[in-house]
């Protein structure tokens, strides 16, 4: 079974710039999620998607930060424009159903983003 | 109080000894809880889940849950150079995954 996908693994950009990311899931996974890591931290929830509806958006900066699942498989994460604190590694994950039961969740390799 | 707590450390072990990783939690995480390893620059693994009370053994690693006392840990027996790694603690409440920042093990061999 494949994995979750992502892309790229790392960017460079500059302060104010903008930049996206990728994300394709567990086939049959219909709960996506898009976290934050910065270093020494743990990650943290941006947003959760079941199948193509968003169910929790609540700590995601969406004054700079964009996401969306259109066809309810892969997803995209952007962030305009960057700033030096975003400085990170965004990592997707996926589940098989979300909603109140807590099934595992897989990740992907994650995307290092460095803002200049 | 944080959600989900966890000593940062870095715990030492020497090779074959016993580790032991603990975390607590709130309230507002109460359903399931999960073990994920990462090791640097590396993505989160799911190791061990553990939804009620008790122990849970798969292998070297035991989970045991304690709602009661609200936390939940993670034995290592027998432990390996190659188990040096983050090990992040994540509670779930309705589908929802809240992280600890991590304890850092370190097997000393």
């Known amino acids: 079974e494949a994995g979750v996908a992502q892309s790229p693994r790392y960017k460079i950009i500059e302060k104010r710039q903008s930049v996206a990311f990728w994300c394709n899931p567990i086939?049959?996974?219909?709960?996506l999620y898009w976290y934050q890591q910065i270093l020494g931290q743990g990650p943290k929830l941006l947003i959760q998607?079941?199948?193509?509806?968003?169910?929790?958006d609540s700590q995601l900066p969406k004054d700079r930060f964009s996401a969306e699942r259109l066809k309810g498989v892969d997803s995209t994460l952007k962030i305009q424009p960057a700033k030096l604190e975003d400085s990170a590694v965004y990592l997707c994950?996926?589940?098989?159903?979300?909603?109140?039961?807590?099934?595992?969740?897989?990740f992907g390799d994650g995307t290092r983003l460095s803002i200049l | 109080q944080k959600e989900v707590e966890q000593n940062s450390g870095p715990l030492s072990v020497p090779e074959g000894a016993i580790a032991s990783l603990n975390c607590t939690y709130s309230?507002?995480?109460?359903?399931?809880f999960f073990w994920y390893r990462q090791y640097s620059g590396k993505s989160p693994e799911l190791i061990m889940s553990?939804?009620?009370?008790g122990d849970k053994e798969d292998g070297r690693f035991t989970a045991q849950l304690n709602k009661a006392s609200q936390y939940v840990s993670l034995l290592i027996r027998d432990s390996q150079p190659s188990d040096s790694a983050t090990y992040l603690c994540?509670?779930?409440?309705?589908?929802?995954?809240?992280f600890g920042q991590g304890t850092t093990l370190q097997v000393k061999p």
């Open positions: 994950a996926s589940s098989l159903v979300g909603g109140n039961s807590n099934q595992p969740q897989h």
């Open positions: 086939s049959g996974h219909a709960t």
């Open positions: 998607f079941q199948n193509n509806g968003v169910v929790d």
């Open positions: 309230d507002r995480v109460s359903q399931s």
């Open positions: 553990i939804y009620s009370n």
């Open positions: 994540a509670g779930g409440n309705t589908g929802k995954l809240i």
